[in-house]
């Protein structure tokens, strides 16, 4: 998943790309460079939830990042959830989980029919990953930029504890000094990604996984430097090398 006009930063950065990385994904796979969604409110919370759901916001329930709820009387951040604990966050959002989605996505529809696939989202963003994997999700995982480490909730949880594999990645970076909206972001989320496609087993034989990703930075770049700033120009050519990572650990 990226955002802000990527496909103008395609053309106009791919002397910059690697064999492996949009260049392959362009020859080999399916490019729709003018493709579009329907959205009012170009947001990350509704954006992800029309990626794997298909659906738009009178539909899926995901207007906005935050909206007013009437009932309540109160703001609602769209993937809030007050049964539910963030494990060993401190930031604002503490209670995550794809309680305000409404319907399916396609990870949800493969566990509906039985199929035995695991689903696995990871972003810098909660609200990337908790809608990107839909109600059934195995694992969403995202970055607490207070706490400094990759957590989740125990929405895919139950006993409160991170699994063995996070721990170890979250000592990793324990002392790196990234910001999120550098390229560092991207290979974290890429380093994050891997480690989550070992440990989970995802591919495994005769099992159709889902691994979703989101490539947050490139939003918090956009929002800071500006659709022309040179930072643009060094995220997506981040996200060029990320990706052939990510295809040549897949294959």
């Not at 395609?10 to 690697?18: A, M, P, V, Y």
């Not at 769209?78 to 396609?106: F, M, R, W, Y």
Request: charged content about 20%.
């Amino acid at each position: 998943s990226l955002h802000d006009a990527l496909p103008i930063y395609i053309s106009r950065f791919q002397h910059l790309f690697g064999g492996n990385g949009f260049k392959a994904l362009i020859s080999n796979g399916a490019y729709f460079p003018y493709g579009e969604y329907d959205l009012l409110q170009s947001m990350t919370g509704p954006g992800h939830a029309t990626i794997l759901t298909g659906a738009y916001p009178y539909q899926m329930g995901i207007p906005l990042n935050e909206w007013y709820d009437q009932k309540s009387n109160q703001m609602v951040y769209c993937v809030q959830d007050s049964e539910v604990k963030t494990i060993g966050a401190v930031g604002a959002h503490t209670s995550s989980s794809p309680k305000n989605l409404v319907g399916t996505t396609v990870g949800d529809e493969l566990k509906n029919i039985d199929w035995p696939s695991k689903i696995v989202t990871v972003a810098l963003k909660d609200r990337a990953a908790v809608l990107m994997g839909g109600h059934r999700a195995d694992l969403a995982f995202w970055y607490d930029h207070d706490s400094k480490m990759w957590t989740s909730s125990t929405y895919y949880l139950k006993d409160g504890k991170l699994p063995v594999w996070m721990e170890v990645l979250n000592k990793s970076i324990a002392h790196e000094k990234c910001n999120a909206i550098q390229p560092c972001g991207i290979e974290m989320t890429v380093t994050a990604a891997k480690a989550a496609l070992s440990a989970e087993k995802l591919g495994a034989a005769n099992r159709l996984d889902i691994l979703a990703i989101s490539f947050s930075s490139h939003d918090f770049a956009g929002h800071q430097f500006g659709p022309n700033a040179i930072e643009m120009r060094d995220m997506t050519v981040a996200e060029d090398k990320g990706l052939g990572e990510l295809r040549a650990a897949i294959q």
